[in-house]
């Protein structure tokens, strides 16, 4: 490529990113347009005569990630923002899922890690990796479990937790910590103080019996919580319910308790009748 191919290609891409008077009219347009339909702008939307899906499906490509400053306009309207945010997950996942393939490659075929400055079919691999693993500190880590799919890299990453990792105990503590402020479970994908803790409970109480009962116990004066963890772990499999039902039969069946004054209500709960039903079924 020619150097004025080069200089032309290189100011046709900064112009790209700059906001200019006919974006921000634009942006108004899109704006206004989402406010009244309370919803994005379908193919190939005509509004006040601008084509206005077209534009906004432009700066979606352009838009991959948060820090962007076209990202910072836009996201000032919530029903936008939250298609944006869903836009560049689903980017940078597919980013993530090409180097991730390569790394498998390089490793199957090598038998080994790659060092740091290991490049595999002109991507570099080993920064990539070493910059995903920065931030794993437990198994329950979403990059943990799609790394550790290789066998060879989810020795190592086992090995980088038990140095490096979060205690059970620590975990367990943030969760208390966040539902105290909250008042609620986290959901998913939550992180709190670089914990993520939702992924975490989700695994958790996937391994470890006791750990629903312990919610429970816990917080089984907090009438509107008990609410919440039913909701929560209705919507989880049905292992976990089944493991809540017998929980809260427990609750109703066991004397000590009965005096308590919510141990009734939560035996009384609709949803938990409505749960244990639906099992049955």
Same mark, same amino acid.
């Given at each position: 490529?020619?150097?004025?191919?080069? =200089?032309?290609?290189?100011?046709?891409?900064?112009?790209?990113?700059?906001?200019?008077?006919?974006?921000?009219?634009?942006?108004?347009?899109?704006?206004?347009?989402?406010?009244?339909?309370?919803?994005?702008?379908?193919?190939?939307?005509?509004?006040?005569?601008?084509?206005?899906?077209?534009?906004?499906?432009?700066?979606?490509?352009?838009?991959? @990630? %948060?820090? @962007?400053?076209?990202?910072?306009?836009?996201?000032?309207?919530?029903?936008?923002?939250?298609?944006?945010?869903?836009?560049?997950?689903?980017?940078?996942?597919?980013?993530?899922?090409?180097?991730?393939?390569?790394?498998?490659?390089?490793?199957?075929?090598?038998?080994?890690?790659?060092?740091?400055?290991?490049?595999?079919?002109?991507?570099?691999?080993?920064?990539?990796?070493?910059?995903?693993?920065?931030?794993?500190?437990?198994?329950?880590?979403?990059?943990?479990?799609?790394?550790?799919?290789?066998?060879?890299?989810?020795?190592?990453?086992?090995?980088?937790?038990? %140095?490096?990792?979060?205690?059970?105990?620590?975990?367990?503590?943030?969760?208390?910590?966040?539902?105290?402020?909250?008042?609620?479970?986290?959901?998913?994908?939550?992180?709190?103080?670089?914990?993520?803790?939702?992924?975490?409970?989700?695994?958790?109480?996937?391994?470890?019996?006791?750990?629903?009962?312990?919610?429970?116990?816990?917080?089984?004066?907090?009438?509107?919580?008990?609410?919440?963890?039913?909701?929560?772990?209705?919507?989880?499999?049905?292992?976990?319910?089944?493991?809540?039902?017998?929980?809260?039969?427990?609750?109703?069946? =066991?004397?000590?308790? %009965?005096?308590?004054?919510?141990?009734?209500?939560?035996?009384?709960?609709?949803?938990?009748?409505?749960?244990?039903?639906?099992?049955?079924?």
């Amino acid at each position: 490529m020619a150097n004025n191919d080069i =200089n032309g290609f290189i100011a046709q891409f900064n112009k790209s990113l700059e906001i200019t008077d006919e974006w921000l009219n634009n942006k108004n347009l899109l704006f206004e347009y989402v406010e009244k339909n309370k919803t994005i702008p379908n193919l190939y939307q005509c509004y006040d005569d601008t084509s206005i899906e077209a534009w906004y499906s432009m700066q979606k490509t352009n838009i991959t @990630n %948060k820090k @962007n400053d076209k990202y910072n306009n836009l996201s000032q309207n919530k029903i936008i923002m939250n298609d944006l945010d869903k836009n560049i997950f689903r980017s940078q996942q597919h980013m993530f899922d090409s180097k991730m393939k390569l790394l498998f490659e390089y490793v199957n075929i090598n038998k080994r890690l790659p060092e740091l400055n290991t490049i595999h079919k002109i991507i570099n691999i080993g920064s990539w990796f070493y910059e995903q693993i920065k931030n794993i500190r437990s198994t329950s880590n979403e990059t943990y479990i799609k790394l550790s799919k290789n066998l060879i890299i989810k020795n190592a990453l086992d090995i980088y937790i038990e %140095k490096n990792g979060y205690t059970f105990d620590e975990m367990l503590n943030a969760l208390f910590e966040y539902i105290e402020i909250n008042n609620n479970l986290p959901p998913k994908y939550e992180l709190y103080k670089d914990k993520d803790i939702g992924l975490w409970l989700k695994n958790a109480v996937e391994q470890n019996k006791t750990l629903i009962h312990d919610l429970y116990f816990k917080y089984i004066t907090d009438t509107e919580l008990i609410k919440k963890f039913n909701v929560y772990f209705e919507n989880a499999n049905s292992n976990l319910k089944k493991r809540k039902i017998q929980f809260a039969e427990q609750i109703c069946e =066991n004397k000590s308790l %009965k005096n308590l004054k919510n141990s009734e209500q939560i035996c009384e709960n609709k949803s938990l009748k409505n749960l244990k039903n639906s099992e049955q079924q």
